[in-house]
């Protein structure tokens, strides 16, 4: 595809020999295109914030650093959160297992004891038995051993039950301390300001010792090397871009160059503000320098038609008619058309002299 401004040169070049008032149709290249502005964005550009409020406590990285995802970038000051971290620690520390061995070792004795006890009660009781069933001893001694027996049994029980009790316990409040700990560490954590992308600090947005809340941005960072185009476009053209549709480029920071790109992706929603659509494209004829932010104009190609019949839309009447150098209104019909120039499709031919309205 030829670039805009060769495209307009030969347009131009198509209507020569107009003396300013009168001119002729001739044969030519001519696009029809949609105007849009907008700017460049690194990839994955965005603006860092945490929920923190307090002061800038450190800034760990300058401007044009390159940095890794969860690389620190700066950290917010906050007494409470780091007396909370602290306090779960210790908590950690008083609820770790090891720290409650010898609670479990108490209650660990008095089970074996109750487990002997039981052992001894029922070998007792197992003998009297034996000795009851051959009409040996009386039956209080019987009944005797038995309930001994009995209450022995009992008490091992209800101490097995107490020590299980207490390891659960443990083991819960153990669990319990330590997601407390996590808790505590992710809050702290989070007054750390820390890169989501492998890419560039474009721009550190406050410095150390600056009070900060969690609405107000810390940093912008992006791509060190990707770029986009971040493109508005009117309600009213809208309808007639599309996805892969071709872009003639042009900037400020490159007076008279011509760069090409690519409509890759359409956002749906209306700026209602601005009466615009966002649109996102990428280059496929880039600049070999590129920073976010820099401003740019682009035509999105919508048709190119070669050996057009064209004149200049300034010799059109609502677009329907022209004045022939006789004075007559001139019925055309119109094709493609841009800003400059318009497609006669019929009603004109090479040899008809026009005149400019008003003259």
Known sequence: MAPALLISILAIWACSGSDGDSTQAKKGTI?????????????????????????I???????????????????????????????????RAYADQQSNASKLRDLQLNTDFARSRMQNDSMLFSRQKRLYDQNIGSAV???????????SKTLYETALLKYEDLKKDIQFNEQSAQKNLAISRVLESEFVLKSKVNGRVYALLKEK???????????????????????EVDEYDISKVSVGQEIVVT??????EVFQAMVT???????????TFTLEAIFTQAPAVLYPNLSLEANIILSIKDEALIIPRTYLINDTYVLSEDGDSVEVSIGIKNYEFA?????LDENTTLVKPGQ
Request: charged fraction near 25%.
């Open 251 to 256: 900037m400020d920071s490159y007076k008279e």
């Open 141 to 151: 001694d019987y009944e005797q051993r038995q309930l001994a027996y009995e209450n």
């Open 57 to 91: 406590q450190e800034v760990f990285v300058e401007e044009g650093d390159t940095v890794v995802i969860g690389q620190p970038l700066l950290a917010v000051f906050s007494e409470r959160e780091k007396l909370s971290r602290e306090n779960a620690e210790i908590a």
């Open 265 to 275: 992706k359409i956002y749906p929603l209306m700026n209602a503000a601005t009466k």
């Open 31 to 55: 696009t029809e295109s949609v105007y849009a502005s907008g700017r460049i964005k690194a990839v994955d550009q965005y603006q860092g914030f945490t929920s923190a409020s307090g002061p």
């Open 209 to 231: 010792g600056e009070m900060v809340t969690p609405q107000t941005p810390l940093a912008v960072l992006g791509s060190a090397d990707e770029f986009i185009l971040e493109l």
């Open 343 to 347: 497609e006669v499709l019929s009603g």
